[in-house]
């Protein structure tokens, strides 16, 4: 599963790890992206959606109907 979230397009944001000595060495943060089923009532069928937690609260705030329009507008298939 890659960790970019559909909804809003977090990806993982890359640094350095820096150690007590100051001795870098790289890392990445990754967002908190989960697999989330949701129930599309215009279709009658279950979609799913790789969502961060930022991205299932948009999805409360607007609703899926709403979401799922973005995402076709935007080009990706639901």
């Not at 350095?16 to 129930?39: I, M």
């Amino acid at each position: 599963m890659s960790a970019i979230c559909q909804v809003t397009g977090r990806k993982p944001g890359f640094g350095n790890q820096v150690s007590h000595s100051h001795k870098r060495t790289k890392r990445r943060w990754d967002p908190n992206v989960q697999r989330r089923h949701y129930w599309l009532p215009s279709e009658g069928r279950r979609i799913t959606l790789t969502v961060s937690a930022k991205g299932i609260k948009t999805i409360d705030r607007k609703g899926i109907e709403a979401v799922v329009a973005q995402l076709r507008r935007n080009g990706v298939r639901v």
